[in-house]
T-cell receptor, first 114, second 115 residues
Framework: DQQVKQNSPSLSVQEGRISILNCDYTNSMFDYFLWYKKYPAEGPTFLIS?????DKNEDGRFTVFLNKSAKHLSLHIVPSQPGDSAVYFC?????????????FGSGTRLSIRP | DAGVTQSPTHLIKTRGQHVTLRCSPI?????VSWYQQVLGQGPQFIFQYYEKEERGRGNFPDRFSARQFPNYSSELNVNALLLGDSALYLCASSPTSGSLSDTQYFGPGTRLTVL
């Protein structure tokens, strides 16, 4: 039972345009959401996060939007750059867990074309 | 600043063998978590250790075990290896345990191949 879903395995965006990566979740107990970025042969790198009490969090070119009623979040990258080409994982955590357990989606491979 | 380090980087084993993977957290971090990433999927939580105690366990069989040492480094052990255990094993460290805003920092992983 996949609690965090990324339905687009891949996405291709032209350099300079906006990249929008989507994520859906099913567990209403999640109250903290994260995006990680992964390059080949490296571990995932934390990108940006959002608490369930917010609906938007911005950090430079990266903005995460959360729609709790729809159980949906998205990551916007503006403008997209060649170095953004990577696999992006949406992830979630629950405050009711004593562990730092993160539930990951299956990832979206973003390719930025010139 | 040294990040999370893992050893070995690659490992090939045969079915039925045992494997030990090692992880050193970022200096000052007391929590270590282990994840398994199978090709085409996201990382899946296996264990979390904090101050040498198990704080969380994912849905993995008892063949998987782990421990944390006084210097906060950690080992993941897998017994009676199966072909399906072939995966990238990731270690992540964080300063504390259970804090929602704690960022987990991942190591580069150990690629395990079971033949």
């Amino acid at each position: 039972d996949q609690q965090v879903k990324q339905n687009s395995p891949s996405l291709s965006v032209q350099e300079g345009r906006i990249s929008i990566l989507n994520c859906d979740y099913t567990n209403s107990m999640f109250d903290y959401f994260l995006w990680y970025k992964k390059y080949p042969a490296e571990g995932p790198t934390f990108l940006i996060s959002i608490s369930s009490i917010k609906d938007k969090n911005e950090d430079g070119r990266f903005t995460v939007f959360l729609n709790k009623s729809a159980k949906h979040l998205s990551l916007h990258i503006v403008p997209s750059q060649p170095g953004d080409s990577a696999v992006y994982f949406c992830a979630a955590r629950s405050g009711y867990s004593s562990a730092s357990k993160i539930i990951f989606g299956s990832g979206t491979r973003l390719s930025i074309r010139p | 600043d040294a990040g999370v380090t893992q050893s070995p980087t690659h490992l090939i084993k045969t079915r039925g063998q045992h494997v030990t993977l090692r992880c050193s957290p970022i200096s000052g971090h007391k929590s270590v978590s282990w994840y398994q990433q199978v090709l085409g999927q996201g990382p899946q939580f296996i264990f979390q250790y904090y101050e040498k105690e198990e704080r969380g366990r994912g849905n993995f069989p008892d063949r998987f075990s782990a421990r944390q040492f006084p210097n906060y480094s950690s080992e993941l052990n897998v017994n009676a290896l199966l072909l399906g255990d072939s995966a990238l094993y990731l270690c992540a460290s964080s300063p504390t345990s259970g804090s929602l805003s704690d960022t987990q920092y991942f190591g580069p992983g150990t690629r395990l191949t079971v033949l």
